[in-house]
């Protein structure tokens, strides 16, 4: 048998093998969108028994155009290595939940609305390392925005004159410590704080990887500019 007909013989098992595979996937299987927040919609596979238990492909966009997550789901847990992305398409971390590690995390974005800060004083020769959400420093910080609704009404409020700032506390053991909001609008004269309860978080939003300075693990902030939406809730720049 001639070597191409043998390939393209080949090609065609593969093809087909991947088509009665997806056949029987969608037959157990339906496609789900939910909205993240104002500015992502998160696309998924669920089981069609129980259509809270993700199983497939995710996938999470920006402005519906903009991948900013992909991966994979086993009976609701992540699995293998997920991509995570900036609004502008870069790659800002690939991570294993096979093996819960970090393959990739890109450079610190002095420009990106997210910060951090050390309790400690530090020197010029100090080696520090940033505190690290699987996730990356958009789509892993995405439930620190979700989780927030102002207290009051804002349909009479125009609240393009609200700025905030999510705060989250790292312990060295890499555990959400605290968690705060400061909101200001000067027009209003509003200017306040908001504590929420650490434990209204899942588990897994609580994990981290601690910050170190110089070699030791340390207690470190997380600093998110976001604004807020007509509907009092938060969203990133």
Sequence with gaps: MPKTEYFVRKLICILLALFFFYQCFAQDSVERKNKLSDSIIESFWALKSNKDVKQGLYRALFKHRTLI???????????GIWNFYKPNGLLVQRFNYDTNKLIFESAADTLYDVHYLFDEKLNDSDVVTRPVKAGGIYYGMVP??????LPFETFDINTDNFDAT??????????????????????????????????????????FTPATLNGDAVLSRIIIRCYVTGTGRLDFY
Excluded: W
């Design 69 to 79: 997550a992909t991966g994979n789901y086993n009976n609701n847990k992540k699995i």
């Design 144 to 149: 620190y925005l979700g989780i927030f609704q």
């Design 166 to 207: 999510v705060e989250l506390l790292i312990s060295p053991l890499g555990r959400l410590a605290d968690y705060k909001v400061h909101v200001t609008a000067p027009y209003y004269k509003f200017n306040q704080t908001f504590n929420l309860d650490i434990n209204l978080f899942d588990e897994a939003d609580k994990q």
